[in-house]
């Protein structure tokens, strides 16, 4: 049963499989990155407090007792105004008396713009996990892909989100430096998730959907590359307390475990992908001459 009409494509991370969605933005405010066409149909805009008032209220009452978990869309809720974001978050728990937690997509853009107590008032009300991607470590990656902030900024803001309580679910995309920068995108990726130790990491591949002109300004891997460069990158990851997933639908290995506790286990399942997938000469190009150190 629909209760109101999404403005489509709508997107959630796989973890907000089983949450009810409100879009309270349409798009996202920092449609810049070269690499992503998730939001590049939509004209940014910030709805009206009527406008999701009328949809949160249009739930039926016999269904709103079973109503737990609520994202917030689109590809970056957390740039609403703190003052509107605040009552849409208060409006959640009257009408939604089971709500345990709120989730949303956060920006670079977005986080830097709130400030810790801004955050932990968001958190006061229900507001409990943030999606941030962060896409790379490397400095040099960011700057191909136009993310528009530095990796030390973002480890900041992220932090920042950490000291309000706010939990973390951080993403970042095999294969989106190519090959030029493979090793330096899989090295400093693990460095800046070790540096943060975010509650959830989540690794992503690169794929095509209305970025064609990204994909020519890189040397794109193939299946085996990138599970070298998987492997590498776990190699190097030494967070505390992280859970690692790899759930994505671009991704063709599903890994999920815990750091450090699940780390050995989780290279030797990458390790055993790589030795199927050598017996398939279609999986291998020119393999990056870092990883050979492995194989």
Same mark, same amino acid.
């Given at each position: 049963?629909?209760?109101?009409?999404?403005?489509?494509?709508?997107?959630?991370?796989?973890?907000?499989?089983?949450?009810?969605?409100?879009?309270?933005?349409?798009?996202?405010?920092?449609?810049?990155?070269?690499?992503?066409?998730?939001?590049?149909? @939509?004209?940014?805009?910030?709805?009206?407090?009527?406008?999701?008032?009328?949809?949160?209220?249009?739930?039926?009452?016999?269904?709103?007792?079973?109503?737990?978990?609520?994202?917030?869309?689109?590809?970056?809720? !957390?740039?609403?105004?703190?003052?509107?974001?605040?009552?849409?978050?208060?409006?959640?728990?009257?009408?939604?008396?089971?709500?345990?937690?709120?989730?949303?997509?956060?920006?670079?853009?977005?986080?830097?713009?709130?400030?810790?107590?801004?955050?932990?008032?968001? *958190?006061? @009300?229900?507001?409990?996990?943030?999606?941030?991607?962060?896409?790379?470590?490397?400095?040099?990656?960011? *700057?191909?892909?136009?993310?528009?902030?530095?990796?030390?900024?973002? &480890?900041?803001?992220?932090?920042? +989100?950490?000291?309000?309580?706010? @939990?973390?679910?951080?993403?970042?995309?095999?294969?989106?430096?190519?090959?030029?920068?493979?090793?330096?995108?899989? +090295?400093?990726?693990?460095?800046?998730?070790?540096?943060?130790?975010?509650?959830?990491?989540? !690794?992503?591949?690169?794929?095509?959907?209305?970025?064609?002109?990204?994909?020519? &300004?890189?040397?794109?891997?193939?299946?085996?590359?990138?599970?070298?460069?998987? *492997?590498?990158? !776990?190699?190097?990851?030494?967070?505390?307390?992280?859970?690692?997933?790899?759930?994505?639908?671009?991704?063709?290995?599903?890994?999920?475990?815990?750091?450090?506790?699940?780390?050995?286990?989780?290279?030797?399942?990458?390790?055993?992908?790589?030795?199927?997938?050598?017996?398939?000469?279609?999986?291998?190009?020119?393999?990056?001459?870092?990883?050979?150190?492995?194989?």
């Amino acid at each position: 049963m629909h209760f109101f009409n999404y403005h489509e494509p709508l997107f959630r991370p796989p973890s907000e499989a089983g949450s009810l969605i409100f879009q309270i933005t349409i798009g996202c405010s920092q449609n810049r990155c070269k690499f992503c066409g998730m939001y590049k149909m @939509k004209q940014f805009r910030i709805r009206s407090l009527d406008e999701i008032f009328a949809e949160i209220r249009s739930i039926p009452p016999r269904y709103r007792p079973g109503v737990r978990r609520v994202f917030l869309a689109d590809g970056d809720a !957390l740039i609403y105004p703190q003052q509107g974001l605040e009552r849409i978050l208060d409006e959640l728990a009257v009408v939604f008396p089971s709500l345990t937690r709120v989730g949303a997509y956060a920006s670079p853009n977005s986080l830097n713009l709130k400030s810790e107590e801004d955050l932990s008032a968001l *958190r006061a @009300k229900k507001l409990r996990i943030l999606y941030y991607g962060l896409e790379s470590g490397d400095a040099e990656t960011l *700057r191909l892909i136009d993310k528009g902030f530095e990796p030390d900024q973002m &480890l900041e803001q992220c932090r920042k +989100a950490k000291a309000a309580g706010m @939990k973390l679910s951080i993403t970042a995309i095999l294969g989106l430096a190519g090959r030029k920068r493979s090793a330096e995108h899989a +090295a400093a990726t693990a460095e800046w998730i070790t540096a943060l130790s975010p509650e959830y990491f989540s !690794l992503l591949t690169m794929f095509q959907r209305h970025n064609d002109d990204f994909l020519k &300004l890189i040397e794109p891997l193939s299946h085996g590359e990138i599970l070298l460069e998987t *492997r590498a990158l !776990l190699e190097r990851l030494a967070p505390q307390g992280t859970i690692l997933r790899s759930n994505h639908v671009s991704n063709f290995l599903s890994l999920a475990g815990s750091y450090p506790k699940d780390r050995q286990r989780l290279i030797d399942t990458v390790d055993a992908a790589l030795l199927e997938a050598k017996r398939d000469p279609r999986w291998y190009a020119e393999i990056p001459s870092y990883q050979e150190e492995y194989y």
